[in-house]
């Protein structure tokens, strides 16, 4: 082939390979600088890889394998029915470099940068599928009957309408011994960890109980109280709870943060006897159970387990969120607490609402009302069982070997991987245009490392991209 590629579809001249420069490498640095002097505009539809490899005279599979690493380092989108464009990105480009061609074999580079083209972390419901028209219909009847002084400051505990279906909801759907006297709206459940992490610290305590694993930004929260957290054990049973009244580490704890109804990012569920040991621990020494019920309402293959809460109303704070059933950005949060911490939770929070919008508070709480709540959960829990069961079905016929578990409730799957490879799966992903996390993400620092494996959520991609993040995932799996 001539060492100019002179043509490149109609009438675009491509820059000349360096010496010593390989085919497909030297093809990625002529696209690459096409695309960066603008002569390839965002949204440029390219040749087929057939039709480029004839024009250029090169092997087909030379010009398929340089596509797709573009497209993984984010240079390139591939969708089918409209072919491979250039990328419409505002941030920088990475600079050029030559990505392995099997990238999930032996040691690579660092990832390259730039937006993933599938997003499977963990966390993130299907936002496409928030319910606008409903969610607009209760917005308009509920701003048409409030009251004026709605829109004025008001109750740091938060709208009365909302703390009074959420009460009613809590007590059907989750089994939550709940009062609208005792329940705080809060913006997220950070804001409610926060506002925790505050009284607690005020009351003298010093150190809250944690799982093995869990997020650190609400471990980060807590040390910002001023708060030590030690890890509990964790073993293939779960949490042990058990070792909560042990002499050690977490014998001096003053609260515990607990996922019982489905252990994030584990997946699994507090078994009975460990939730009766919790219980039992908060009841002898004092202590306060700090229950993160996340995504309770999404189950599959079992029947709801019930808030642990129930079991001792005056022991356990109870803090949910809408964050996983509608969105995250709706800030909508609530906790119910025991009778002692009402007023200490509201000084905390401050003398007015100054952080919850009180239109959207009025939205939800006509949501919830009109039953509209409870059709979304419906129609989104169908939903994500379809997306857990083609996840298990795709990787049952391409990785055999590889175990899935936490998947009989929530919005994600672990997938077990061979020891010590977890990072190189990472690195693999990364090339594919692949988000995820490994399980070691979310470790705690003072827990051994005892297995490796992929944190897949599946509730984030579009329904055009599903296809291809399951085929992205399957490819790096060992």
Same mark, same amino acid.
């Given at each position: 082939?001539?060492?100019?590629?002179?043509?490149?579809?109609?009438?675009?001249?491509?820059?000349?390979?360096?010496?010593?420069?390989?085919?497909?490498?030297?093809?990625?640095?002529?696209?690459?600088?096409?695309?960066?002097?603008?002569?390839?505009?965002?949204?440029?539809?390219?040749?087929?890889?057939?039709?480029?490899?004839?024009?250029?005279?090169?092997?087909?599979?030379?010009?398929?394998?340089?596509?797709?690493?573009?497209?993984?380092?984010?240079?390139?989108?591939?969708r089918q029915?409209?072919?491979?464009?250039?990328?419409?990105? %505002?941030?920088?480009?990475? =600079?050029?470099r030559a990505?392995?061609?099997?990238?999930?074999?032996?040691?690579?580079?660092?990832?390259?940068?730039?937006?993933?083209?599938?997003?499977?972390?963990?966390?993130?419901?299907d936002?496409?599928?928030?319910?606008?028209?409903a969610?607009?219909?209760?917005?308009?009847?509920?701003?048409?009957? =409030?009251?004026?002084?709605?829109?004025?400051?008001?109750?740091?505990?938060?709208?009365?309408?909302?703390?009074?279906?959420?009460?009613?909801?809590?007590?059907?759907?989750?089994?939550?011994?709940?009062?609208?006297?005792?329940?705080?709206?809060?913006?997220?459940?950070?804001?409610?960890?926060?506002?925790?992490?505050?009284?607690?610290r005020?009351?003298?305590?010093?150190?809250?109980?944690?799982?093995?694993?869990?997020?650190?930004?609400?471990?980060?929260?807590?040390?910002?109280?001023?708060?030590?957290?030690?890890?509990?054990?964790?073993?293939?049973?779960?949490?042990?709870?058990?070792?909560?009244?042990?002499?050690?580490?977490?014998?001096?704890?003053?609260?515990?943060?607990?996922?019982?109804?489905?252990?994030?990012p584990?997946?699994? =569920?507090?078994?009975?006897?460990?939730?009766?040991?919790?219980?039992?621990?908060?009841?002898?020494?004092?202590?306060?159970?700090?229950?993160?019920?996340?995504?309770?309402?999404?189950?599959?293959?079992?029947?709801?387990?019930?808030?642990?809460q129930?079991?001792?109303?005056?022991?356990?704070?109870?803090?949910?969120?809408? %964050?996983? %059933?509608?969105?995250?950005?709706?800030?909508?949060?609530?906790?119910?607490?025991?009778?002692?911490?009402?007023?200490?939770?509201?000084?905390?929070?401050?003398?007015?609402?100054?952080?919850?919008?009180?239109?959207?508070?009025?939205?939800?709480?006509?949501?919830?009302a009109?039953?509209?709540?409870?059709?979304?959960?419906?129609?989104?829990?169908?939903?994500?069982?379809?997306?857990?069961?083609?996840?298990?079905?795709?990787?049952?016929?391409?990785?055999?070997?590889?175990?899935?578990?936490?998947?009989?409730?929530?919005?994600?799957?672990?997938?077990?991987?061979?020891?010590?490879?977890?990072?190189?799966?990472?690195?693999?992903?990364?090339?594919?245009?692949?988000?995820?996390?490994?399980?070691?993400?979310?470790?705690?620092?003072?827990?051994?490392?005892?297995?490796?494996?992929?944190?897949?959520?599946?509730?984030?991609?579009?329904?055009?991209?599903? %296809?291809?993040?399951?085929?992205?995932?399957?490819?790096?799996?060992?």
């Open positions: 082939m001539a060492n100019d590629w002179a043509t490149f579809g109609a009438d675009l001249h491509l820059e000349p390979l360096r010496q010593g420069q390989g085919l497909r490498e030297g093809l990625m640095d002529a696209l690459r600088e096409a695309v960066r002097g603008g002569r390839l505009p965002a949204g440029t539809r390219l040749p087929s890889s057939r039709a480029l490899a004839l024009d250029l005279g090169v092997a087909r599979n030379t010009v398929a394998d340089a596509y797709a690493e573009l497209v993984a380092e984010g240079w390139l989108t591939a029915g409209s072919g491979t464009r250039v990328a419409r990105r %505002s941030e920088p480009r990475p =600079a050029p990505a392995p061609r099997h990238p999930a074999g032996g040691s690579v580079t660092a990832p390259p940068a730039g937006r993933p083209t599938y997003n499977l972390r963990p966390g993130t419901p936002l496409a599928s928030f319910p606008r028209a969610w607009l219909k209760a917005a308009r009847k509920a701003l048409t009957a =409030a009251p004026d002084e709605a829109f004025g400051y008001g109750d740091p505990r938060g709208r009365i309408e909302l703390r009074t279906v959420l009460a009613e909801y809590l007590a059907r759907a989750r089994g939550v011994y709940a009062r609208p006297e005792r329940i705080v709206l809060c913006s997220g459940f950070v804001h409610g960890l926060l506002l925790m992490g505050q009284v607690l005020a009351r003298g305590v010093r150190e809250v109980a944690v799982e093995s694993y869990g997020l650190d930004v609400h471990w980060e929260l807590l040390a910002r109280a001023g708060l030590r957290m030690p890890a509990l054990p964790f073993d293939e049973r779960g949490t042990r709870t058990e070792e909560l009244g042990a002499p050690g580490e977490t014998g001096s704890a003053g609260a515990v943060l607990l996922t019982p109804a489905h252990q994030f584990t997946g699994g =569920a507090l078994r009975p006897d460990r939730r009766a040991a919790a219980v039992d621990w908060a009841r002898s020494a004092g202590g306060l159970l700090l229950e993160d019920d996340y995504d309770g309402e999404f189950r599959y293959d079992r029947q709801p387990v019930g808030a642990l129930g079991l001792d109303p005056e022991r356990v704070v109870y803090l949910g969120t809408a %964050s996983k %059933s509608l969105a995250p950005g709706l800030r909508i949060a609530w906790m119910v607490l025991p009778e002692q911490l009402v007023d200490e939770v509201v000084a905390a929070k401050g003398t007015v609402d100054w952080v919850s919008s009180a239109p959207d508070q009025l939205t939800f709480a006509e949501f919830l009109s039953g509209a709540y409870d059709r979304h959960v419906r129609a989104m829990r169908l939903r994500y069982r379809r997306r857990r069961d083609q996840l298990v079905a795709a990787v049952a016929a391409r990785s055999p070997g590889t175990r899935i578990s936490g998947i009989a409730a929530g919005l994600h799957a672990v997938l077990e991987l061979p020891e010590g490879t977890e990072e190189s799966v990472l690195r693999a992903a990364a090339f594919q245009g692949l988000a995820v996390l490994g399980i070691n993400r979310f470790r705690h620092p003072t827990t051994p490392r005892t297995r490796d494996a992929l944190v897949v959520g599946y509730g984030t991609p579009s329904d055009s991209a599903w %296809s291809g993040a399951l085929d992205a995932l399957c490819r790096v799996l060992p």
